[in-house]
């Protein structure tokens, strides 16, 4: 068995711009998501202009907030267009829940992608 | 013969510190006065290593690390930083560990803000990765896993994880993580770029392997977790685990089959293996003792204890004193260890670490210290006493306290270090302690801890500390950069007195 496979995992895509630092809503919002699904894991999936590893600058506040959750980050892409594919691999009904979230940048960015995506996203607010 | 799995670290951390502990906290500083290959020299000498370039010694990070992996059936050893080329040909993944990659950490953080030098470990850590079997390694498509105590300062120096390639950072106890990391990468699929384990994901008792090689001056983990819960801590996040006697005396001898005769006594709390919440038990503590006792032909140390485990073990069962005066006796004539008092202050003790004295109240914090620091000059006990500065909503007042108490300090043998508020643990979203937010009471409780210190550290040092011809060469040195210490800030002082009176 996988040592990574102990716990049931909440799947977060999450889908930046370039400018973008997550608030601090995120950290409620996935604490809640997790909880709510009985999960202490969390895997997200990054979108982000910035590029790897830069993009983890913008995570730095929630990796470092975080304290009680098991988290685990993956980069995607630059843009969308790798998240459809993901989301397919995801929305497996064997798997765990799956959650999207866009900062407001982004949804002024890729606002027709993410329509196109046709699953259901969260935008972040800047609270 | 090569390894599919480089375990290592730079020399700053692959070093015995010429069997003192202590010597290692100069790997944290720039070099002062000296030129740095002498620093290096005296802070983090070369260890022996075998035809493969694996260490006499290891750091014990990264010797769980190898036993885990080793346990699973990985090909994985640890190797010195001079010797990694070796493993060019087999390397597929090169997984490196650190306490303080980038200095962020006390008391690196402290030598870099007073000195405004980059202190030697950082810079110890960027020539190894910049060096070429790790450039060598990268081109040839090795994968980089980073991981240690010090793992969250990669989120600050991202543009240094690109320039070096690491592929992923573990933050966290990493039992249940490597092995998965490791076949992932061994299998080519993706890894992730950042895992942080939880505190519902940490190992067991059982989960934890005992090292298979010797770890930097015998050093052995008897606990994890604490249950204190300040809040400027990580370590008080997660769950107590003891680990069992047999298991300790299994890994002290494993130490002392590879001709490490020493042992360190690992725990955020050494005094509370086995305890009664935070009440230290008399029967852990002296059925431990007596086992590394009879097991290390050398000294024992601890690695950190407090001041309230100290004082209700003296109180309650005499057990500071028969610790040292009956079941250690004859073995040596001190025993050292780090010891955290952070602030003077009960107010401020109450906010941030509530249960720093318990089980006494927080308001007789002060006392509390007083009265343990007696028992540990009583007793031959050496601490290294650390103080942090700058901590979330810290006053003047909260300062001022803290320097009263030092002067009471003064009469009881001990080493006190002030170090800069570095966001950790519940703490970790707070703000870092910065320059301009230097007050004068900071600087009166600096020098407070310098004079305190310099005192001290002569009289350490003729009376206990390095005895015998094999350190003399060192203990000179040390002698001399003391008196260049006193030397420094005898000058600066009327400027930081004026400083201070303003």
Not at chain 2, 48 to 65: H, M, Q, S, T
Not at chain 2, 207 to 226: F, K, T, W
Not at chain 2, 285 to 306: D, F, M, N, Q, Y
């Amino acid at each position: 068995m996988s040592e990574l496979g102990l716990a049931p995992s909440l799947h977060v895509v999450l889908i930046l711009s370039s400018n973008d630092h997550l608030p601090s809503s995120f950290t409620r919002e996935v604490v809640k998501d997790a909880l709510a699904h009985s999960s202490r894991k969390v895997l997200i999936y990054v979108v982000s202009p910035l590029g790897s590893p830069l993009y983890l600058t913008q995570l730095r506040n929630f990796l470092l907030t975080n304290i009680h959750l098991s988290v685990s980050v993956k980069y995607v892409g630059h843009d969308l267009r790798a998240v459809k594919e993901l989301l397919e691999k995801m929305h497996d009904p064997e798997k765990a829940v799956v959650r999207v979230y866009a900062s407001s940048g982004s949804q002024r960015e890729f606002s027709q992608e993410l329509e196109g995506l046709g699953v259901p996203y969260v935008v972040l607010g800047e609270g | 013969m090569g390894f599919e799995v480089v375990i290592t670290t730079d020399r700053s951390m692959m070093s015995n510190h010429h069997g003192k502990e202590f010597l290692g906290f100069m790997a944290t500083a720039p070099a002062i006065g000296i030129p740095e290959f002498l620093w290096t020299w005296i802070a983090a000498p070369k260890v022996r290593v075998d035809e493969f370039g694996r260490p006499a010694e290891a750091p014990y990070g990264l010797r769980k690390v190898e036993a885990r992996l080793q346990h699973l059936g990985y090909d994985a050893a640890v190797v010195d930083p001079d010797h990694v080329h070796k493993h060019l040909n087999s390397m597929k993944i090169l997984m490196i560990g650190h306490h303080d990659y980038f200095a962020y950490g006390p008391p690196s953080s402290e030598w870099w803000f007073l000195t405004g030098k980059e202190p030697f470990n950082r810079r110890s850590f960027i020539k190894f990765m910049r060096s070429e079997p790790v450039r060598k390694a990268k081109e040839r498509g090795v994968k980089i896993i980073a991981g240690g105590p010090a793992a969250w300062q990669w989120l600050w120096e991202v543009e240094l994880m690109r320039e070096f390639g690491v592929d992923t950072v573990v933050d966290g106890e990493a039992e249940f993580v490597i092995g998965d990391l490791v076949r992932k990468a061994l299998d080519g699929e993706e890894l992730p770029q950042y895992v942080f384990v939880g505190p519902h994901e940490v190992p067991s008792v059982n989960d934890i392997p005992p090292i298979r090689g010797a770890s930097v001056n015998g050093l052995v983990e008897i606990m994890r977790g604490c249950p204190r819960g300040c809040k400027f801590c990580s370590v008080t996040l997660r769950p107590i685990r003891y680990i069992p006697l047999e298991r300790i005396g299994h890994e002290i001898e494993v130490n002392v089959s590879n001709g490490v005769v020493d042992a360190i006594l690992h725990s955020e709390d050494v005094l509370l293996y086995g305890a009664d919440g935070v009440k230290p038990r008399e029967e852990p503590l002296i059925k431990l003792h007596r086992l590394v006792k009879e097991l290390t032909p050398g000294s024992v140390a601890w690695a950190h204890t407090s001041f309230a485990a100290v004082k209700f073990a003296e109180d309650n069962y005499k057990l500071i004193s028969r610790i040292m005066n009956e079941v250690l006796h004859g073995k040596q004539d001190y025993l050292g260890v780090e010891v955290g008092l952070e602030t003077g202050s009960p107010n401020l003790a109450k906010r941030i670490m509530p249960a720093k004295a318990a089980p006494y109240p927080a308001e007789r914090w002060p006392e509390v210290v007083e009265d343990s620091l007696s028992v540990m000059h009583e007793n031959k006990i050496i601490p290294a006493v650390t103080i942090i500065l700058g901590l979330p909503e810290e006053t003047a007042d909260d300062l001022v306290k803290t320097a009263e108490l030092l002067d009471r300090l003064r009469p009881y043998r001990s080493l006190i270090v002030p170090m800069f508020f570095v966001p950790m643990g519940a703490l970790k979203n707070r703000e870092w302690f910065k320059r301009n937010a230097l007050r004068r009471e900071h600087v009166d409780v600096m020098l407070k801890t310098f004079e305190h210190s310099s005192y001290w550290a002569g009289r350490i040092m003729n009376e206990f500390y390095m005895k015998g011809p094999r350190h003399s060469f060192v203990k000179i040195a040390l002698k001399c950069f003391i008196a260049y210490l006193e030397y420094k800030v005898g000058k600066l002082r009327p400027q930081l007195e004026r400083l201070v009176s303003e």
